[in-house]
């Protein structure tokens, strides 16, 4: 009922603004994505070949403005698993289910002092998106069903806090089908965002706290539901024009939340580092997703076995702990990642504005009891013309060790696409 009442509110603004607007702006996006996966153990390897397009208007009238837009994958070939489909046993999972839906639905006001009012379905990227983002590498985006205020009113400083009653899902219209409850179209709930960054000299200081509260036994049985706080720093030390360093640190602590069985206390910690050496960039960092072993059961109070361990359920999680998404769900033993990249870049080679070219490696330990997770090999390189982008790109992901969680195995990873946005 909420998000029929906004999308009603955004209608009727969307509508006259069509015929007296300040501004009527398409929107076109669309991408071709041809992706394989190697799992061992799984006797069939995936083989997906999709096609996604968004397509809406952005229409502004005065001091309002509104977005309509509708997203559509078709798999082109069928022969993967892709998440809600019954091809589990055979396949690995590819999550690029066919689909058609409203991506987003949203009505934006600026009319008060220096702060903008979004109400309705939306995108949210928050700083690096490790907590809040909009998972844009998979063909149908999450989005959120939503009250979103932005406010600059103090210099330097932007407040940003946002209320969610419904998280919509990568998993499309037929999420939750064939039994796979874990991976429903939307999961409802009361989700509170709340970021405060203020800008120095040397980069910019976030604070911020994240509220995960599920309505429904989806995912999980509710585990993800979490209180997490903590803070941000980011920036950049130019030595020369050529040459400058980058460089970022977080901190976070996460507890469950009223509606999660359990009770349990885990830390998060990044320190990232890279270097720009005119076309040349090297870096390196570590992120760890710290594990609770001392975690209980409200209702028994009786400990839980293996533990559990810091989760970040709305985030981008194909940007982190390597593109092969091992660790989507953090393992009960938690995670340290290390890693290390390089990269390189050409501007106006051929026909192409510019190409790129990066690599990354990863090593996997557990943060409590000494797990050798494994190592993970990525790459890719990607050119731009004009408003066409062409990506190929690798990931191989080596197991060391027993099995430590559901999937650990060897896979590689394929993947060539093309998008044009308008």
């Not at 009603?8 to 603004?13: E, F, G, P, R």
């Not at 999420?175 to 405060?196: C, H, K, L, W, Y």
């Not at 996997?364 to 990506?391: C, H, L, P, R, W």
């Not at 992901?397 to 027993?402: D, H, Q, T, V």
Request: net charge positive; proline share 3%; with cysteine.
């Amino acid at each position: 009922m909420r998000f029929l009442t906004c999308c009603l509110l955004s209608s009727a603004v969307v509508i006259p603004a069509a015929a007296n607007a300040d501004g009527l702006k398409p929107i076109i996006d669309t991408r071709l994505r041809y992706e394989s996966v190697d799992q061992t153990g799984l006797p069939k390897n995936a083989d997906a070949l999709t096609a996604r397009a968004r397509v809406g208007v952005e229409a502004t009238e005065g001091k309002f403005s509104a977005i309509v837009e509708i997203e559509g994958t078709a798999a082109i070939t069928t022969d993967y698993f892709n998440g809600v489909n019954l091809k589990s046993a055979s396949y690995p999972i590819v999550a690029d289910p066919a689909n058609i839906e409203f991506n987003r639905v949203q009505l934006q006001y600026k009319g008060l002092p220096k702060t903008v009012v979004t109400v309705g379905r939306q995108r949210i990227n928050l700083d690096d998106q490790r907590f809040v983002g909009s998972v844009g590498w998979r063909q149908n985006e999450q989005t959120f069903d939503a009250v979103r205020i932005e406010n600059t009113y103090i210099k330097d400083l932007k407040i940003d806090v946002t209320y969610s009653w419904s998280d919509r899902t990568i998993w499309g219209i037929n999420g939750g089908e064939n039994g796979f409850t874990n991976r429903p179209q939307s999961i409802g709930g009361d989700n509170v965002f709340a970021n405060a960054a203020y800008k120095t000299k040397y980069g910019l200081a976030t604070a911020f706290y994240y509220r995960v509260d599920e309505d429904e036994p989806v995912v999980a049985l509710l585990r993800n539901s979490s209180a997490t706080y903590g803070g941000r720093f980011a920036g950049t030390y130019a030595f020369s024009k050529t040459f400058k360093w980058n460089y970022a640190v977080s901190y976070a602590r996460q507890t469950s939340n009223k509606t999660n069985p359990l009770i349990y206390a885990a830390d998060y910690f990044l320190a990232d580092g890279s270097f720009d050496i005119k076309a040349f960039k090297l870096g390196a960092g570590v992120e760890i997703l710290g594990s609770d072993k001392s975690v209980t059961t409200k209702a028994t109070g009786l400990p839980l076995a293996g533990g559990f361990a810091f989760q970040t359920p709305f985030a981008t999680l194909h940007k982190f702990q390597g593109w092969a998404d091992k660790f989507l769900t953090t393992p009960a033993q938690g995670i340290v990642d290390y890693y290390g990249s390089v990269g390189y870049g050409w501007k106006k080679i051929g026909v192409f504005d510019t190409i790129g070219i990066s690599a990354i490696y990863h090593r996997f330990n557990s943060d409590v009891g000494k797990i050798n997770y494994g190592q993970e090999y990525d790459a890719q390189i990607v050119a731009k013309v004009k408003k066409y982008t062409f990506t190929a790109k690798y990931a191989d992901y080596e197991r060391k060790g027993i099995a430590s969680f559901a999937g650990d195995a060897d896979t590689k990873k394929f993947w060539l696409s093309v998008e044009w946005a308008l």
